[in-house]
């Protein structure tokens, strides 16, 4: 079976975002830039379900910028077989990157497909859920355990309040949630034979897809910065505070 | 071979994130324990980080000076107890046979020595010979086809867990200076050889060095190094030009450290109302600290690229090694000072720099001892 997983190029995760003077985005210049850390994930699992000898091929898809070749060398490097990157400088927005990928799943006809839960700069969490729309496919998304069967695939699930197992037939779209795995460190040889590795590349017209924007955005601000706090007299003036300045209660 | 710029930076972010995760939280339990962790140890190994400087050719990553410097720089931002755990394998327990070692014993033991199943040690330094190392007092006698070693070395770095052991000893009796040393590769199991009780050391706890003893140890003429007499102590010499640079690249990596967590603490620590960041008298500290350790970096990548280019850089890796360990040991004591009394004060972990950095103005070349190799290669230059 072919695995296929996906391989987002996203702000590292150590990097303190900064909103641009304009508004318009996030500073992404100079900016150190890594796999998505659900992923991450996603790759260990499926290269850890082919040391088992569940899978024979994992391949790695990325969507975006000529530059997402690196991520895809990541992948290789933690034991991806072969990297598909969809380039295009189109602003992203999951819709877009589903129809790139449902055009990826046409082509190689995975027999299991595993991306992160979420990415973490726009934190949509849709990809995955379009993904399993357009192919038609069944979906098991927040996966914290995956047992790969013949024909299908037993995914236990985080959901609110405890943990729900489903039996998925399979070709089926499962999503990772944090601790499905701990992904391991790249080995420095493996490093330098992912260079060797090989990586496809197709714009989204040779996929036949449209992947521009559906959604507009008009403005990117910070997050408002906590005031410092202080310190009140009484209860008498705490509750007048809380009633009259923040509203809080009536 | 040298790497593209993509493959090495990803090698460089890896480690990055291995020291950053892995081996900065075990900082202070390695120091208590004087033991690295064994699992990290395992880590180590299946990263290929025993093999950073063994040619491709015997299964290691064959990385040049640069890159092997580069890769120092970042283990630097840990305890240099880390670093020694493969640092042995990486430089002088590795490179004799690398740069001087038959095909053979290439061919024999470098395989195993860059995953790491064999860990190596350089047993140069001996109680009456220790700057003055061409005088070394092992022997290594003709006995039909085999050599009968005997003598003591001290302060050998991983000794305790070597599995194989670079050993320099005199063949030529008649010679007392460099001209009759030879090297020999010699097997921790071989009947005669023992280990001392484990130093108590100042700092790099977690780094082991004991003294080895040869007994009457037996090994055949195969295990000679480069078969051939009395040109080890000119292999020494080579090995040692290597580990210069690479001690003064682990330097400027704590350094950096060191500027990093100085600067941090000196913006969030507050006295007569305001941060100490913003007294003079404390940037001047951070000022020089920084500007010390940008010119020790700038000396080391340039004599790393000089040295890949081919050329001899032995006086200019002495004069990096002198200049990189002098300035480490500077910026620690202006951690120490900048944090306060929280510098001395064990939790904090500067104190436990400023110990570990002393050892690099000390072996692989005291610093005096770097001085006259720059001063002597001046003075042959000039006359
Ligand atoms: C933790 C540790 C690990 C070590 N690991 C190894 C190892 O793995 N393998 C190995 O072979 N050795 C190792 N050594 C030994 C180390 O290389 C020596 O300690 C070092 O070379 C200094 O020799 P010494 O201790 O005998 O000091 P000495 O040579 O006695 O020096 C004492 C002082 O005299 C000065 N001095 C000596 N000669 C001169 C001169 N001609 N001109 C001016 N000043 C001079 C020195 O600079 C120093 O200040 C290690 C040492 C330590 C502490
Ligand atoms: C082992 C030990 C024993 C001690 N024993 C005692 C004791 O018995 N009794 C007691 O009362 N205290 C004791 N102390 C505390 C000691 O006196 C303080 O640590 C010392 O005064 C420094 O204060 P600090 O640690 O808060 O450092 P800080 O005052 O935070 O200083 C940090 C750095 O900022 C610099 N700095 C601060 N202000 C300025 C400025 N205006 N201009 C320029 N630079 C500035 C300092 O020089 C220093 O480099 C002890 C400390 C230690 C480590």
């Given amino acids: ?250 | 071979m040298a790497l593209d710029s993509d493959t090495l930076q990803q090698l460089l972010d890896t480690l990055t994130r291995f020291v950053n995760e892995r081996l900065r939280p075990l900082e202070s339990k390695t120091a208590a324990d004087d033991r690295i962790p064994q699992e990290v140890v395992e880590e180590m190994k299946a990263l290929g980080l025993f093999g950073l400087t063994i040619p491709e050719a015997y299964g290691g990553l064959g990385l040049n000076m640069q890159e092997e410097a580069a890769v120092a720089r970042v283990f630097g931002r840990t305890s240099p107890a880390f670093r020694s755990a493969f640092g042995t394998n990486v430089g002088i327990g590795s490179q004799s046979l690398v740069i001087d070692g038959t095909e053979d014993q290439k061919q024999f033991y470098l395989p195993k020595m860059a995953t790491g199943e064999i860990v190596g040690s350089f047993c140069l330094s001996e109680p009456e010979a220790g700057s003055d190392a061409a005088s070394v007092r092992t022997t290594a006698v003709k006995d039909g086809d085999d050599y009968l070693i005997n003598g003591t070395k001290r302060y050998i770095t991983n000794a305790p867990w070597a599995d194989l052991f670079t050993v320099f000893a005199r063949t030529d009796a008649s010679v007392k200076g460099a001209r009759g040393v030879s090297a020999f590769l010699v097997d921790r199991k071989t009947p005669g050889v023992s280990l001392g009780v484990p130093y108590r050391k100042m700092g790099q706890q977690g780094a082991p060095v004991c003294d080895v003893i040869f007994e009457d140890v037996r090994v055949p003429a195969e295990k000679l190094l480069g078969g051939a007499e009395n040109v080890g102590f000119i292999t020494a010499m080579k090995v040692l030009d290597k580990g210069r640079l690479h001690i003064s690249a682990i330097s400027v990596g704590v350094a950096e450290r060191l500027i990093e967590d100085a600067t941090k603490y000196a913006i969030e620590r507050k006295q007569f109302n305001q941060p100490i960041a913003e007294f003079q008298l404390v940037q001047a500290m951070l000022a020089d600290s920084q500007t010390e350790m940008y010119a020790a970096a700038c000396m080391v990548e340039e004599t790393a690229r000089r040295r890949d280019a081919g050329e001899a850089v032995n006086a200019l890796a002495a004069s990096c090694k002198l200049f990189a360990t002098e300035m480490v040991g500077r910026v620690a004591d202006r951690a120490v000072q900048i944090f306060g009394g929280a510098g001395y004060i064990e939790d904090y972990g500067i104190e436990r720099f400023y110990r570990d950095v002393r050892l690099f103005r000390i072996y692989e070349g005291t610093s005096q001892i770097q001085q006259t190799v720059i001063a002597k290669d001046m003075i042959k230059r000039f006359s």
């Fill in chain 1, 1 to 250: 079976m072919k695995i296929l997983v996906t391989a987002k190029r996203v702000v590292d995760y150590n990097v303190n975002i900064r909103v641009l003077a304009d508004q318009s985005g996030v500073d992404l210049n100079n900016v150190k830039m890594s796999v998505n850390p659900f992923d991450e994930i996603a790759i260990e699992e499926a290269v850890r379900l082919k040391e088992a000898g569940k899978a024979e091929e994992v391949i790695v898809v990325s969507v975006g910028v000529s530059q997402c070749q690196e991520q895809l060398r990541t992948a290789l490097a933690l034991g991806a077989d072969r990297g598909i990157l969809v380039e295009t400088d189109e602003a992203l927005q999951p819709l877009g990157i589903a129809k790139a990928l449902k055009a990826v799943i046409d082509k190689e006809a995975p027999g299991l497909i595993i991306t992160g839960k979420q990415a973490i700069d726009g934190d949509n969490s849709q990809t995955g859920q379009m993904l399993a729309a357009l192919a038609g496919l069944a979906q098991a998304t927040f996966a914290s355990e995956i047992d790969l069967g013949e024909d299908s695939a037993t995914v236990t699930r985080e959901i609110d309040g405890g943990l729900e197992t489903i039996t998925v037939k399979l070709p089926a779209i499962v999503t990772t949630d944090l601790r499905l795995n701990e992904p391991r460190y790249a080995s420095l040889p493996n490093i330098m034979k992912a260079k060797k590795k090989p990586i496809d590349i197709f714009t989204p017209a040779d996929l036949g897809v449209d992947v521009s924007p559906r959604v507009k955005t008009l403005k990117v601000e910070p997050p408002a910065e906590r005031a410092a706090g202080i310190k009140v007299e009484s209860v008498e003036v705490l509750v007048d505070k809380l009633r009259n300045e923040a509203k809080v209660i009536s």
